[in-house]
């Protein structure tokens, strides 16, 4: 996990994992209300990625709430694609899942 820290608080939030297929699950995005809207999503994103990229392809996979249509545009701007819906029989919704081909030096800033 890390953090977006503003003024000694920390205002925003993102974790990665990877399972042995080098696939990089980027999960826990998350920032404060009051807080949203002034790129430090986009910013942890951007560290998180190049974290991951450091000079092999490797493949970055997220989860979203399949209903959150402007969430799912907002990783679409950021390069990622929607690559399958994943039905979740335990909870009441489907998660969408995403991905994007990490190259070092590629990612967004």
């Given at each position: 996990?890390?953090?977006?820290?503003?003024?000694?608080?920390?205002?925003?939030?993102?974790?990665?994992?990877?399972?042995?297929?080098?696939?990089?699950?980027?999960?826990r995005?998350?920032?404060?209300?009051?807080?949203?809207?002034?790129?430090?999503?986009?910013?942890?994103?951007?560290?998180?990625?190049?974290?991951?990229?450091?000079g092999?392809?490797?493949?970055?996979?997220?989860?979203?709430?399949?209903?959150?249509?402007?969430?799912?545009?907002?990783?679409?701007?950021?390069?990622?694609?929607?690559?399958?819906?994943?039905e979740?029989?335990?909870?009441?919704?489907?998660?969408?899942?995403?991905?994007?081909?990490?190259?070092?030096?590629?990612?967004?800033?």
């Amino acid at each position: 996990m890390y953090g977006y820290i503003i003024n000694n608080q920390i205002v925003g939030c993102v974790g990665y994992w990877s399972d042995n297929n080098r696939i990089y699950h980027i999960e826990r995005l998350a920032t404060l209300f009051e807080y949203r809207h002034l790129g430090i999503g986009r910013k942890l994103m951007a560290f998180v990625e190049n974290k991951i990229a450091d000079g092999k392809i490797k493949v970055a996979e997220i989860h979203v709430l399949d209903k959150n249509s402007l969430l799912i545009a907002w990783y679409k701007k950021l390069g990622y694609e929607k690559i399958r819906i994943d039905e979740l029989k335990h909870l009441p919704f489907n998660s969408c899942v995403m991905n994007k081909t990490l190259i070092l030096g590629t990612s967004f800033k």
